[in-house]
């Protein structure tokens, strides 16, 4: 009987690519999505490569919270470059496969730059918590090294995670269907395709997400919870006016980005592959970066300010 079931998992053939079912089989809405996709990946690009280029060429914008802000952008540009290439290829040629290493390496990306999003959104709480409650401090607790120290914890915090996941994903063979109802390699509805037991993977992932997402947002509900105190006992309402407009701007974006992604990897079910799973990445996958730089800088006045000295110097060079 075992020899039996040992030959028999020998006829398979392992799954070599995967077929992304994307988000529409019509082609005239596929030729909408294509249009405001490519839209979409355009202006990210441009409203986040603004952000880090303003932060880089004004130097009253070399503070800790435009280094973390700068550091947000180019994680953005990267979350959108890994995914929507992909999806403007598929839309466009109508093959949609991908290749078995291609997800895998996919999938690592999509997981790193949200883990690493994740815990950079809890650092700039924090750092938000220290330039509010401790101003006189602020300056040496957040110093360039410090800040380093800090976006790096972030980025291998993301790394190691995601290598985590995938490696438990991936360690189940995969012998079809490869057909995965999704417009990426998103690692709950493909890891529904594997073969075996993957109930301690689904642990693993459920377990991971827990400590990348309530980890960090305990953080920053509590650096926030601090920062509305503070706020309410400031005599100043020009003082407590600016602490809100700075901080409003950041819960917005945590808000929209957790609330999608706790959904997509928290909720009963986990890759359930139906099209809700789709609908819900659309917002942390293009939404989100989107919107981003246009939420931190809409009623910036520090970034309004540093936009006018910038042209300003343009065109003074050029009248010179």
């Known amino acids: 009987m075992e020899q039996g079931t040992k030959m028999a998992a020998q006829n398979f053939t392992s799954v070599t690519e995967f077929v992304l079912l994307g988000l529409s089989n019509h082609h005239k809405v596929q030729v909408l999505l294509f249009v405001l996709i490519l839209i ?4 990210t690009l441009v409203g986040n490569g603004a952000v880090i280029l303003l932060v880089w060429v004004d ?16 994680m953005e540009m990267c979350y959108v470059t ?35 999003e994740c815990v950079l959104l809890s650092a700039m709480a ?58 990426v390699c998103e690692l709950p509805v493909v890891l529904k395709l594997a073969h075996g037991d993957t109930h301690l993977t689904e642990r693993v992932v459920l377990g991971t997400a827990a400590l990348i997402l309530l980890g960090p947002l305990s953080i920053i509900l509590t650096s926030y919870g601090l920062i509305l105190s ?10 407590r ?47 989100t970066p989107l919107l981003n730089p246009i939420i931190y800088t809409l009623r910036n006045k ?17 009248k010179g």
């Open 40 to 43: 979409t990946y355009l202006l």
């Open 59 to 74: 130097s009253r914008l070399h503070t800790p919270m435009y280094f973390f802000l700068a550091q947000l952008a180019g």
């Open 82 to 116: 890994n995914s929507l290439p992909q999806t403007l290829f598929n839309l466009l040629s109508g093959n949609r496969t991908i290749s078995f290493r291609g997800c895998a390496v996919q999938m690592h990306l999509i997981l790193t730059l949200g883990g690493t």
């Open 126 to 183: 924090y750092d938000r918590y220290l330039a509010i409650c401790h101003p006189l401090t602020y300056a040496a607790a957040m110093d360039r090294w410090r800040r380093l120290l800090l976006a790096s914890f972030c980025w291998g915090v993301g790394i190691l995670l995601a290598t985590i996941n995938v490696s438990c994903a991936f360690r189940h063979p995969y012998y079809g269907p490869n057909r995965v109802n999704h417009f």
């Open 230 to 239: 503070s706020v309410l006992h400031m005599k100043s309402r020009a003082g």
């Open 241 to 287: 006016s600016k602490a809100f407009s700075t901080c409003a701007s950041h819960l917005v974006v945590v808000t929209v980005f957790y609330g999608t992604v706790i959904t997509m990897y928290m909720r009963p079910g986990l890759g359930s592959g139906s099209d809700f799973d789709k609908r819900i990445a659309v917002f942390y996958l293009m939404i």
């Open 302 to 318: 520090d970034v309004h300010a540093a936009v006018i000295r910038v042209l300003r110097r343009k065109d003074s060079e050029q």
